[in-house]
């Protein structure tokens, strides 16, 4: 979580899209908790539209999921923009682990 803190105090902008979204009642993304290791894809969730689950996702215990508003908010509006933002913070943080 301190990485997560240290990542949002140093991009002004998606830490304004993130507290925004932690008081949304829908999808709001965030730090994700459960079995097996952060490289495992042991906990279970699904991708839903409308309501209806479309598509299942397995995703690890310490990983951290952002919603497309926040994408789409990192990348001024374009979220090809900010999910290549998003990848180039996770690339440098990844080797900083």
Do not use: C, H, W
């Amino acid at each position: 979580m301190e990485g997560l803190m240290s990542l949002l105090q140093q991009n002004p902008q998606l830490m304004q899209y993130f507290m925004q979204l932690q008081n949304r009642s829908y999808a709001v993304g965030g730090y994700v908790k459960g079995p097996g290791t952060g490289r495992s894809d042991d906990v279970k969730a699904g991708i839903y539209q409308n309501g209806q689950k479309v598509q299942e996702a397995r995703l690890s215990d310490g990983e951290f999921v952002f919603t497309e508003r926040a994408v789409r908010g990192l990348g001024n509006g374009d979220r090809e923009q900010g999910a290549a933002k998003m990848y180039n913070m996770m690339r440098q943080y990844e080797r900083m682990a």
